[in-house]
């Protein structure tokens, strides 16, 4: 049997089963509750689990593994990076916003200020946060689908997209986040089970060896010595020191970034107590940690049995790196049938890694934009439960379409990087305003509208004037240069314009709400209250 039939088969027993899930969900999704929160009804091992689910993506297990197997030791960064990043959130975030809101980042927000123009502003960045971060899974799908199908022409990739884009939103528009939430668990179970498995197919291939794999990783890299060493993507000699400065701020958003994804901050609200939220995050950390330690075999071992050539034969990005070690370490091992039903399971568990992802990202921004744009922004808290959720439900399918189509530009690129942007953008807008919140008396509506609007814009702008959209081989639009910003990632730049400008908003002006901060200092310690925090 060809891996394409045994892929087609796998593809289709696995979109079964989760439409089985998402199905059993959308009957017991009743109430907003239900559909923004899964009932509050998750303990905090499973939604530990879906946190992995949510955020083990496509970046991780196919960017991260391409840009190790390409890069060496400046791709591991990102494994670093990822990782780090979740201790900012469990320290600083996760038992806070369980305590202090309800059902999205804006609840926190507009407690303790006026919550039209601040549910506008964490409206906005989430769906653009959202977006830059379904771009990544949407190429990811592309490429994926293009090595396991066959499939090499543009018009395919594309049609590929757009199945995935289609399928995310009949999860999300029918199951909610129960549905969504029992779809990340099932994928993380696949995942670290798969990850796994080529791990220590890899390791005993090499004796277990990590000295022999790396040294073969290095020759058949041909940089020698240098693709174990830093400096080989990042910081180079030839980048001078814009490229040092393009590595710190990678890290910044890196490790700043995940307190402020809006499709992790809402999977705080899932679980009953505060104690679960933080459990939650301790569960979700180990599971995490271990796959970004897998992720190091993955990448060095794709380098050494695959070698760079054949990654960039199939995707220039490397985004295809861990399927193609599958393949390679399968029939190594096992003949070609082991390697062609490696390759199938692999890119299956990578799929559904996909698609529980996008389900993900595109349930948070279409709950801001129907509880916080609609039912408090346009409606005023006038908008009944059941028309908050279809509003939800329809947003979801705008949401996807726009994702889908700015996809199509972006294939190009790392999957991996593009979640860096991602995290760019949620560090500059979304976390100033969440840090100043929950830790500063003084905050206000204008200091976290500024901070929002400020953040957002200058990442977003800074992206679109780099070389990420142009001027370079590997950009979105590689005929044409119009970018005057040297760096690949704004961070360094656009998080401390979000965190300023959140200041500079708070000082000028003279609103001061001393209860109302109290309040929010009792309720983000103790819990007490958060059920009506969306009220206000």
Do not use: C
């Not at 199908?149 to 939103?169: D, F, P, Q, R, Y």
């Amino acid at each position: 049997m060809k891996h394409e039939t045994l892929s087609t088969i796998l593809f289709v027993v696995f979109v079964a089963g989760t439409l089985v899930i998402t199905f059993w969900a959308s009957r017991n999704t009743k109430t907003a509750a239900d559909y923004y929160a899964g009932g509050r009804s998750f303990s905090g091992l499973q939604n530990g689990l879906a946190i992995g689910g949510d955020y083990m993506s496509a970046a991780s297990f196919l960017g991260i593994a391409g840009i190790i197997a390409l890069s060496g030791y400046d791709g591991f960064l990102y494994s670093i990076g990822f990782l780090v990043a979740w201790l900012v959130a469990l320290l600083l975030v996760a038992e806070l916003m369980r305590n202090s809101g309800k059902f999205t980042m804006a609840d926190v927000l507009a407690f303790r200020m006026r919550p039209r123009p601040v549910r506008t502003a964490a409206g906005v960045s989430t769906i653009v946060v959202s977006i830059f971060y379904l771009l990544a899974q949407m190429v990811g799908a592309g490429a994926l689908v293009g090595l396991l199908l066959g499939v090499h022409s543009e018009a395919g990739k594309i049609w590929t997209i757009i199945a995935v884009g289609l399928l995310m939103i009949v999860y999300v528009v029918f199951g909610g986040m129960k549905g969504t939430t029992w779809v990340q668990i099932v994928k993380a179970v696949l995942l670290m089970t798969g990850a796994t498995l080529i791990t220590l197919l890899v390791l005993g291939k090499y004796g277990f060896n990590l000295s022999g794999l790396l040294g073969e990783a290095a020759e058949k890299s041909g940089k020698g010595a240098a693709f174990l060493e830093p400096g080989l993507k990042y910081g180079t000699e030839a980048q001078g020191i814009a490229g040092k400065i393009d590595l710190i701020s990678l890290g910044l958003a890196l490790v700043l970034g995940t307190a402020g994804l809006p499709h992790i901050l809402i999977r705080f609200y899932t679980v009953p107590t505060a104690r679960d939220a933080r459990k939650s995050v301790q569960w979700g950390i180990g599971i995490i940690g271990v796959f970004y330690l897998l992720t190091l075999v993955l990448g060095f071992g794709a380098a050494a049995l695959v070698g760079s050539k054949a990654i960039t034969a199939q995707d220039k990005a490397g985004n295809t790196a861990a399927p193609q070690l599958a393949k390679a370490v399968g029939e190594l091992i096992f003949g070609e049938v082991g390697g062609t039903i490696l390759l199938a399971v692999i890119a299956a568990v990578a799929f559904a890694t996909i698609l529980a992802v996008v389900a993900g990202l595109t349930l948070a921004s279409s709950s801001s934009f129907a509880h916080d744009l609609y039912a408090h922004v346009f409606k005023r808290g006038n908008a009944t439960e059941r028309q908050e959720v279809v509003v939800a439900r329809i947003s979801a399918f705008v949401i996807g379409a726009v994702a889908i189509a700015l996809s199509i530009f972006a294939q190009s690129l790392n999957v991996a990087f593009l979640v860096a942007l991602a995290f760019a953008v949620a560090a500059s807008g979304n976390l100033p305003a969440i840090l100043y919140s929950l830790f500063w008396k003084r905050f206000n509506t204008s200091g976290a509208v500024s901070a929002i609007y400020a953040g957002l814009v200058s990442s977003v702008v800074l992206v679109i004037f780099s070389p990420v959209v142009s001027g370079a081989p590997t950009s979105m639009f590689p005929d044409t240069d119009f970018h005057w910003f040297p760096l690949s990632n704004p961070g360094i730049v656009s998080i401390p314009i979000g965190f300023l400008a959140g200041y500079i908003g708070t000082v000028l002006s003279k609103e001061f709400n001393a209860s109302k901060y109290a309040e929010i200092e009792v309720r983000s310690l103790t819990g007490v209250g958060a059920e009506k925090a969306a009220e206000h």
